[in-house]
């Protein structure tokens, strides 16, 4: 990755976390205590950043930018962005989030610190309640898409942005455990979004969200290398599903319901140690993009169908506590398997 690129990777992160978080803002300002609307924009997001896993050319790239930014001008015509079209508002949504994505890649996603691109992507939250004015949304998905452009046309020609596709080893059990992984915090992560903005206003609402993710960009740094791959990410997802659980009962934007936030961060952030173990096992970028893509979309997918047919919020934390519960199952699973490997190769 060129020194160049570094900024602008950073500039696409903030674009991205200011659109998942800010999509989300969005919908709750311009729904009318229907809140299938925020969960149909989170997953338009999750569906439109799928497409990294996918081998996309470089004119795949510049029709995506350039569509985002026909299709977001339309949608700023339209009333300054009001809603007229829920499905023509998230699709432009799943083209933004593709363009946003394929740029990160492309600007070198795979070769930059993951503190860096979750920094990045945090300072991105902070401005999303700006998601919440009216034609702001529609100008943000705008800029955003027309930076993408951008930066696609004064890029050199390369055969594909996803990641490389290196033979690796393949380990099912982990890679279902990844899967649930992910599906567990997109099950839920909107919904608190919603509470959040219910019980404070939009920026205090955004600092709290940034508290739970803070804690999750901390966890990497308390783990210790000599410890097993793997065991910090078992212990991790064996305490989430109690924490998630005592969270659903907890009253929604108490105090106690902030620390029961900001401590699934730190629970859900043993995942890096998962990587690790599936890194330890063969298994390589080009591998976890897909299955960690896959999670998000199932997660979110999986939170709309439950609000979109009537059910409550509850339903999110007990489905959430499920899937990490099943993550740590999966964990659990491979460790033996792990420790007989290490046996095998003394």
């Known amino acids: 990755m060129s020194t160049g690129a570094l900024p602008l990777f950073i500039v696409m992160s903030f674009f991205s976390g200011l659109l998942e978080i800010g999509v989300v803002l969005w919908g709750v300002a311009e729904s009318n205590d229907d809140f299938s609307l925020p969960f149909a924009l989170a997953f338009a997001y ?50 933004c989030s593709a363009a946003i994505n394929l740029t990160r890649m492309r600007l070198g996603k795979a070769h930059i610190s993951t503190t860096i691109k979750r920094c990045a992507r945090v300072s991105g939250f902070l401005a999303a309640p700006m998601m919440m004015i009216t034609g702001a949304p529609a100008l943000v998905i705008m800029i955003a898409s027309a ?33 649930t992984h992910q599906m567990h915090y997109f099950s839920y992560c909107t919904v608190i979004m919603v509470m959040l903005l219910q019980s404070y206003s939009p920026l205090l609402g955004v600092i709290f969200f940034i508290a739970g993710w803070a804690s999750y960009i901390a966890t990497p740094h308390l783990l210790r290398p000599q410890w097993s791959p793997g065991s910090a990410a078992f212990v991790g997802h064996v305490f989430l599903p109690l924490v998630l659980i005592a969270l659903w009962y907890a009253p929604a934007g108490h ?47 999986m939170a709309l169908l439950m609000i ?15 899937f ?12 033996p398997f792990h420790s007989r490997s290490r046996e095998g190769q003394l």
């Not at 996309?56 to 809603?83: I, P, R």
């Not at 930076?147 to 393949?170: D, M, Q, Y």
């Not at 979109?308 to 499920?322: E, K, N, P, R």
Request: with cysteine; aromatic share 6%.
């Open 46 to 95: 999750q569906v439109g950043a799928l497409v990294i896993a996918i081998k996309v050319g470089d004119y795949a790239w510049k029709a995506v930018a350039g569509t985002s930014v026909l299709a977001a001008s339309t949608l700023y015509g339209n009333v300054m962005g009001a809603f007229d079209g829920t499905l023509a508002t998230c699709v432009t949504v799943v083209l």
């Open 147 to 179: 930076t993408c452009l951008a930066i696609s046309l004064r890029s050199r020609p390369t055969n594909a942005l996803a990641p490389p596709a290196v033979p690796g080893a393949t380990d099912p059990i982990l890679g279902t455990a990844l899967v």
């Open 255 to 301: 105090s106690l319901w902030i620390v029961l936030w900001v401590a699934t961060g730190f629970l859900g952030g043993t995942v890096v140690d998962l990587t690790r173990l599936a890194q330890t096992r063969g298994m390589n970028e080009g591998q976890l993009v897909p299955l960690e893509g896959l999670g998000h979309c199932l997660g979110a997918g």
């Open 308 to 322: 979109a047919s009537g059910h409550g919020t509850a339903v999110l934390f007990i489905a959430a506590a499920f």
């Open 324 to 335: 990490a519960a099943v993550t740590a199952v999966f964990v659990g699973a491979a460790l």
